[in-house]
C-alpha cells in the first residue's frame, strides 16, 4: 500500500470519526437538557374540556394501505375514545388495494350505525402514498385539529383528553406523545428497536424540545392544528418522510411543538427482519432527503438562534451517522495495517479515541433513557449493559443497508413508499408465519453482509499475526451484527 493511499484512507477515517463525535457531542447537550428539563406541562394554558364552549371540534385520520391483520383491532380501540361525539370526526384513509377494503367497509358501517361521525375515505390512486392520503383527507376535515394514526396505534380512551387542552396556547401547532411498544420482549430484534425509539422519545424530543429546539411529528401518535398543516404548505409526498418535513416548515414558520413524554402511545413493533428492513430504510432514506431538502432553509433563517440551527442540523444528518460509520468499519482493517506498517504515522491513530469516547457518550445518554422507563436497579443496569452491546452491534450491522438508504436520499434517486406490514403481535405466543403482506424476496444486499461479516472475522484474525488487538472488541461486534442481520434474513425467508 502506497503512502498516498494510506493518507487518503487516513483523511476519509478520521473525517468520519470526527462526524461521529460532533453527534455524541449534539447528543450529550440534549441529555443534559433533559436532565435540566422541569416540568412545564403543568403550567402552560389548557383548554378546560368540562367546559363545553372550550371543546373544540377534532378529526382523528388513519391512514391505512393493506392492514387486514391489524384494521379490527384499530377500529375497536378507536371506537373507544371518550370526546363527545358532536365534536369528533374519524377519517379512515383506506388506499388498499387487497380484500381488506370489504371488511373495513363492513365494520364502518356498523361503528356508524351506533353513531360514531366515521368516514371511509377511498382514493383513485395511491399518489403521494401517505402525504397524498393525509392532504386529500384534510381537504374535507372538519376538525379545527387533526389527530393521526397509524393502523398499528392504539391510544388510550382519554388521550384526546391529555392532548388536546395543550392547543389552548395559539402558538402551539403540533402536539406530540411518547411511542410505547406493545411487543416490545417478542424478541432480541423488537427489544433493540424498542431501545432505539425510546433513546429518540426520551433524549432527543425531550432534550430539543426543552430548549426550543426543533423536533418532528413522528408521523402518529401526535395532533396538528389544522391551520399551522395549511399555513406551513401543507403535506408533500417528495420525500419518504413527510412527517419530518412539515415538521420543518412548519417550525420555521414559528409554530411551536409541544411533547409530551408522559402521554404513551402503545403500538406493534416489527417483528420480521424484512419488515424491520423496509421501516429503517424509508426512515433513513427519508432523513437524507429532508436534509437535501431543508437544511440550507435551517441555516439562513434569521429567526432561529444558532443553537437550535445547530441541533436542526444535526437531526437532519442522524441517518448519515449510519455511514459515517460504515465508512469507519470499512476502513478500519486498512487502519490496522497502516498502523503497524508505517511506525511514524503512529500519532495520527489517536483520532481512534474519538469513537471510543463517542461510544461511552452513548452508552451514558442512552443509560438515562432506559432506566426513565425500565428503572434504575442493579438489575436492571446489568440488562441495560446487555442490551446497549447488542444494540450496537445489531446497529453496525445494518450499517450497510441504512448507508445505501442515505446515499439514495442525498442523490435524489426517488423510490416508493414502502409500508411496514404489521402482524397483530400482542403476546410472546403469537405468530407472524403466513403474513401475505411479508416481501417473498431476499435482500440482495444480504449477499454483501455475508461478505462483511467474513471480512471482520479476517479483522478479528489480523489482530493475531499483528499483536493488535485495540480494534478486536470493534471488529466482534461488526462480526456479530452483520451475522445477525444476515442469519435473520436467511432464517426468515423474508
Same mark, same amino acid.
Given at each position: 500500500?502506497?503512502?498516498?493511499?494510506?493518507?487518503?484512507?487516513?483523511?476519509?477515517?478520521?473525517?468520519?470519526?470526527?462526524?461521529?463525535?460532533?453527534?455524541?457531542?449534539?447528543?450529550?447537550?440534549?441529555?443534559?437538557?433533559?436532565?435540566?428539563?422541569?416540568?412545564?406541562?403543568?403550567?402552560?394554558?389548557?383548554?378546560?374540556?368540562?367546559?363545553?364552549?372550550?371543546?373544540?371540534?377534532?378529526?382523528?385520520?388513519?391512514?391505512?394501505?393493506?392492514?387486514?391483520?391489524?384494521?379490527?383491532?384499530?377500529?375497536?380501540?378507536?371506537?373507544?375514545?371518550?370526546?363527545?361525539?358532536?365534536?369528533?370526526?374519524?377519517?379512515?384513509?383506506?388506499?388498499?388495494?387487497?380484500?381488506?377494503?370489504?371488511?373495513?367497509?363492513?365494520?364502518?358501517?356498523?361503528?356508524?350505525?351506533?353513531?360514531?361521525?366515521?368516514?371511509?375515505?377511498?382514493?383513485?390512486?395511491?399518489?403521494?402514498?401517505?402525504?397524498?392520503?393525509?392532504?386529500?383527507?384534510?381537504?374535507?376535515?372538519?376538525?379545527?385539529?387533526?389527530?393521526?394514526?397509524?393502523?398499528?396505534?392504539?391510544?388510550?380512551?382519554?388521550?384526546?383528553?391529555?392532548?388536546?387542552?395543550?392547543?389552548?396556547?395559539?402558538?402551539?401547532?403540533?402536539?406530540?406523545?411518547?411511542?410505547?411498544?406493545?411487543?416490545?420482549?417478542?424478541?432480541?430484534?423488537?427489544?433493540?428497536?424498542?431501545?432505539?425509539?425510546?433513546?429518540?422519545?426520551?433524549?432527543?424530543?425531550?432534550?430539543?424540545?426543552?430548549?426550543?429546539?426543533?423536533?418532528?411529528?413522528?408521523?402518529?401518535?401526535?395532533?396538528?392544528?389544522?391551520?399551522?398543516?395549511?399555513?406551513?404548505?401543507?403535506?408533500?409526498?417528495?420525500?419518504?418522510?413527510?412527517?419530518?418535513?412539515?415538521?420543518?416548515?412548519?417550525?420555521?414558520?414559528?409554530?411551536?411543538?409541544?411533547?409530551?413524554?408522559?402521554?404513551?402511545?402503545?403500538?406493534?413493533?416489527?417483528?420480521?427482519?424484512?419488515?424491520?428492513?423496509?421501516?429503517?430504510?424509508?426512515?433513513?432514506?427519508?432523513?437524507?432527503?429532508?436534509?437535501?431538502?431543508?437544511?440550507?432553509?435551517?441555516?439562513?433563517?434569521?429567526?432561529?438562534?444558532?443553537?437550535?440551527?445547530?441541533?436542526?442540523?444535526?437531526?437532519?444528518?442522524?441517518?448519515?451517522? #449510519?455511514?459515517?460509520?460504515? /465508512? =469507519?468499519? !470499512?476502513?478500519?482493517?486498512?487502519?490496522?495495517?497502516? +498502523?503497524?506498517?508505517? $511506525?511514524?504515522?503512529?500519532?495520527?491513530?489517536?483520532?481512534?479515541? #474519538?469513537?471510543?469516547?463517542? /461510544? =461511552?457518550? !452513548?452508552?451514558?445518554?442512552?443509560?438515562?433513557?432506559? +432506566?426513565?422507563?425500565? $428503572?434504575?436497579?442493579?438489575?436492571?443496569?446489568?440488562?441495560?449493559?446487555?442490551?446497549?452491546?447488542?444494540?450496537?452491534?445489531?446497529?453496525?450491522?445494518?450499517?450497510?443497508?441504512?448507508?445505501?438508504?442515505?446515499?439514495?436520499?442525498?442523490?435524489?434517486?426517488?423510490?416508493?413508499?414502502?409500508?411496514?406490514?404489521?402482524?397483530?403481535?400482542?403476546?410472546?405466543?403469537?405468530?407472524?408465519?403466513?403474513?401475505?403482506?411479508?416481501?417473498?424476496?431476499?435482500?440482495?444486499?444480504?449477499?454483501?453482509?455475508?461478505?462483511?461479516?467474513?471480512?471482520?472475522?479476517?479483522?478479528?484474525?489480523?489482530?493475531?499475526?499483528?499483536?493488535?488487538?485495540?480494534?478486536?472488541?470493534?471488529?466482534?461486534?461488526?462480526?456479530?451484527?452483520?451475522?445477525?442481520?444476515?442469519?435473520?434474513?436467511?432464517?426468515?425467508?423474508?
Amino acid at each position: 500500500m502506497g503512502l498516498t493511499i494510506a493518507f487518503i484512507i487516513i483523511a476519509i477515517y478520521s473525517t468520519a470519526l470526527i462526524l461521529i463525535f460532533f453527534y455524541s457531542l449534539a447528543q450529550l447537550n440534549l441529555l443534559i437538557n433533559y436532565l435540566g428539563q422541569k416540568k412545564q406541562n403543568e403550567e402552560a394554558p389548557k383548554f378546560n374540556l368540562l367546559d363545553p364552549k372550550e371543546i373544540p371540534l377534532v378529526t382523528i385520520q388513519l391512514p391505512i394501505y393493506n392492514e387486514e391483520y391489524v384494521m379490527e383491532r384499530l377500529l375497536e380501540n378507536i371506537a373507544q375514545i371518550e370526546y363527545p361525539k358532536s365534536k369528533l370526526e374519524i377519517q379512515v384513509l383506506d388506499d388498499s388495494t387487497d380484500d381488506s377494503v370489504i371488511e373495513t367497509a363492513k365494520r364502518i358501517e356498523e361503528l356508524q350505525q351506533s353513531g360514531l361521525d366515521i368516514q371511509h375515505i377511498r382514493r383513485e390512486n395511491r399518489q403521494g402514498f401517505k402525504a397524498g392520503a393525509l392532504k386529500e383527507g384534510l381537504e374535507i376535515a372538519k376538525g379545527e385539529f387533526i389527530a393521526i394514526f397509524d393502523a398499528d396505534f392504539l391510544p388510550e380512551s382519554d388521550w384526546l383528553k391529555k392532548t388536546v387542552p395543550y392547543f389552548k396556547d395559539e402558538e402551539i401547532g403540533v402536539v406530540q406523545t411518547r411511542w410505547g411498544h406493545i411487543n416490545r420482549d417478542y424478541s432480541t430484534l423488537t427489544r433493540i428497536q424498542a431501545f432505539a425509539l425510546d433513546a429518540h422519545f426520551t433524549l432527543e424530543q425531550v432534550g430539543r424540545n426543552a430548549k426550543g429546539h426543533f423536533i418532528n411529528f413522528n408521523g402518529t401518535a401526535g395532533i396538528w392544528r389544522k391551520e399551522c398543516i395549511l399555513d406551513a404548505g401543507n403535506w408533500e409526498g417528495d420525500t419518504l418522510t413527510e412527517d419530518l418535513d412539515l415538521s420543518y416548515r412548519a417550525q420555521l414558520k414559528n409554530w411551536k411543538f409541544k411533547y409530551l413524554e408522559d402521554v404513551e402511545t402503545p403500538a406493534e413493533l416489527p417483528v420480521v427482519i424484512s419488515a424491520a428492513r423496509s421501516q429503517q430504510f424509508r426512515w433513513n432514506k427519508g432523513g437524507a432527503e429532508n436534509f437535501r431538502k431543508t437544511v440550507w432553509s435551517v441555516i439562513t433563517a434569521k429567526n432561529i438562534p444558532f443553537r437550535t440551527k445547530f441541533h436542526g442540523v444535526m437531526h437532519l444528518l442522524n441517518s448519515s451517522m #449510519f455511514l459515517c460509520v460504515f /465508512t =469507519v468499519a !470499512l476502513l478500519s482493517i486498512p487502519m490496522l495495517y497502516i +498502523k503497524n506498517t508505517y $511506525g511514524h504515522l503512529g500519532w495520527i491513530f489517536e483520532v481512534t479515541s #474519538f469513537f471510543i469516547i463517542s /461510544t =461511552v457518550i !452513548l452508552f451514558i445518554c442512552y443509560w438515562f433513557t432506559y +432506566k426513565s422507563i425500565q $428503572g434504575s436497579s442493579f438489575d436492571n443496569f446489568v440488562d441495560y449493559i446487555k442490551l446497549f452491546f447488542t444494540f450496537f452491534s445489531v446497529a453496525l450491522g445494518f450499517s450497510l443497508h441504512n448507508s445505501i438508504a442515505v446515499l439514495e436520499g442525498h442523490m435524489g434517486k426517488r423510490s416508493e413508499f414502502v409500508r411496514t406490514p404489521k402482524f397483530n403481535i400482542n403476546s410472546l405466543t403469537d405468530s407472524w408465519k403466513g403474513n401475505k403482506y411479508l416481501a417473498k424476496k431476499l435482500s440482495p444486499n444480504m449477499v454483501i453482509e455475508f461478505a462483511l461479516m467474513v471480512y471482520f472475522l479476517f479483522g478479528m484474525y489480523s489482530a493475531i499475526p499483528l499483536n493488535d488487538f485495540g480494534l478486536f472488541p470493534f471488529h466482534l461486534m461488526l462480526f456479530l451484527g452483520f451475522g445477525f442481520v444476515f442469519f435473520k434474513s436467511l432464517t426468515a425467508k423474508a
